[in-house]
């Protein structure tokens, strides 16, 4: 029965203990394409004015890097070298379109020149960053999500020149929804107004030349539904460990239980033979 209440505890604080913020959230916000005025198509197949979109958000909120704020009026969650370095980004993002799925990318590289005092710096450089970020203004019913990311390489000013820069984002303000909590991970679906973008650039060229070409759509939010709360593998991992020390441990006590009601009834029936 020790071991039973020993594992009945782990469970307890697999369940209860540990960071406030130990799941996985989903946000999907759906609606309309409002706009394309992208340069050279687009990444969803031609003309996907008026479609229907789908982006997912998902937020891993028990980030130990990531940047939490929690007030009585609102909440937030937030990273990414964009954001604050050392940090990485809790939002990760996909957009769908006509079937589409667009992930916005994600790392994190800083790949400077070699410098030397008082020579300069010489060689390619390179650098990569992303961004995820989720905030919740409860008060004025207020809910952004936003994804980004930006990459770029570069190389001497002489003979073997290039130069390249892509970049992500998936952005929403979304307004007028019923929230009736101030934390960001309140579950449910609202109807929403307020507007999104989503852009997926890339520029590249060398002394031959170049190209660039984009996708940008603005898009029309009508609805979000949020879903979660799936606990972490380390803590789905506690749970088991704290079933599998339950189990033998009841096992331990059925036995323990039986043993003694069999020794009872002998001692029973050689009463009543007496």
Not at 75 to 87: H, V
Request: proline share 5%; hydrophobic share 40%.
């Amino acid at each position: 029965m020790r071991h039973a209440l020993i594992a009945m505890a782990g469970i307890g604080a697999a369940l209860t203990g540990g960071s406030a913020r130990a799941a996985i959230f989903t946000y999907i916000v759906t609606g309309t394409v409002a706009a394309d005025t992208s340069d050279g198509g687009t990444a969803f197949g031609e003309n996907p004015l008026g479609s229907g979109f789908s982006a997912r958000f998902v937020v891993d909120d028990a980030l130990p890097l990531a940047l939490y704020a929690a007030t009585t009026s609102g909440s937030s969650a937030q990273g990414g070298g964009l954001i604050q370095d050392g940090t990485r980004p809790p939002v990760i993002a996909t957009l769908t379109i006509n079937g589409i799925d667009y992930a916005l990318r994600t790392g994190d590289r800083d790949a400077p020149p070699l410098c030397f005092p008082g020579l300069g710096c010489y060689g390619p450089s390179g650098r990569t960053d992303d961004a995820g970020r989720i905030v919740k203004d409860a008060a004025a019913r207020r809910l952004e999500l936003s994804a980004a990311y930006e990459d770029s390489d570069s190389c001497c000013a002489d003979y073997g020149s290039y130069y390249s820069d892509a970049s992500d984002t998936l952005a929403f303000a979304l307004s007028d929804a019923g929230f009736t909590a101030p934390d960001y991970r309140q579950l449910g679906t609202f109807a929403v107004k307020g507007m999104g973008s989503f852009v997926a650039a890339y520029r590249a060229g060398d002394r031959s030349g170049g190209v660039d070409y984009a996708t940008r759509l603005s898009l029309a939010p009508t609805r979000l539904t949020v879903s979660g709360g799936v606990p972490e593998p380390a803590t789905w991992a506690m749970m088991i460990l704290g079933f599998a020390l339950v189990g033998p441990a009841l096992r331990r006590g059925e036995t323990q239980r039986a043993t003694v009601q069999a020794a009872w009834g002998i001692v029973s029936r050689r009463r009543c033979r007496i």
